[in-house]
């Protein structure tokens, strides 16, 4: 089992910065596939960047609407993942999720929130002026 929990969600203006960050514990050592979605009202829940690999290499992908904006990093030291949001808009307002999985994703698949085994209990990001 792997637990996971987010931290760092707020309510911030258009173009700030915030930075998510999930803490993984149990057996956090071997989950290869960690990712970030986010679900917002109304909304069907969306794919936003995942992290693969191990600690030597690791590949990350990301959401055409986030690609240049946000950044997924991994420290294992720590068991944690993070999400650097820079230059918000109001249309990532969301709750975000971490998420984990044992396996290594395939290409195709690390999109797909039915794959992941594990998730945490969401964070909420309001963007507003």
């Known amino acids: 089992q792997v637990q996971l929990v987010e931290s760092g969600g707020g309510l911030v203006q258009p173009g700030d910065s915030l930075r998510l960050s999930c803490a993984a514990s149990g057996r956090a050592y071997s989950t290869f596939t960690m990712a970030w979605f986010r679900q917002a009202p109304g909304e069907e829940r969306e794919f936003v960047a995942a992290?693969?690999?191990?600690?030597?290499?690791?590949?990350?992908h990301y959401a055409d609407s986030v690609k240049g904006r946000f950044t997924i990093s991994r420290d294992n030291a720590k068991n944690a993942v993070y999400l650097q949001m820079n230059d918000l808009k109001p249309e990532d307002t969301a709750v975000y999720y971490c998420v984990a999985d044992h396996a290594y994703l395939a290409e195709g698949t690390y999109d797909r929130s039915d794959k992941y085994d594990y998730w945490g209990q969401g964070t909420q990001v309001t963007v507003s002026s």
């Open positions: 992290i693969r690999g191990s600690a030597d290499i690791t590949y990350n």
